[in-house]
């Protein structure tokens, strides 16, 4: 995570040069970017969640391109 929420303020940060132009690192920044809003929401649901181990991905933009399925299983026992 990022203290700022912006996934265009990392447009001409040298740490992602080798993604491209500034325009193709804030496309793909844009398709992977986990806003923190979005983060805190799922980080609830998973305290509520009645399961004991889960995995579980999340992106905010796009999510068609992510599988965002949960995967759960109860502990042994």
Known sequence: MRLRDD???LRADPA???LGSPAQVEAR???TWLHHADFL???AGEF????TY???YAVSGDASRWSTAVE???APG
């Open 41 to 43: 929401r799922i980080l």
């Open 72 to 74: 759960g299983w109860p």
């Open 16 to 18: 992602f040069a080798c």
């Open 54 to 56: 889960r995995v579980r």
């Open 7 to 9: 996934p265009a303020a």
């Open 29 to 31: 920044m844009r398709r």
């Open 48 to 51: 509520e969640a009645g399961q």
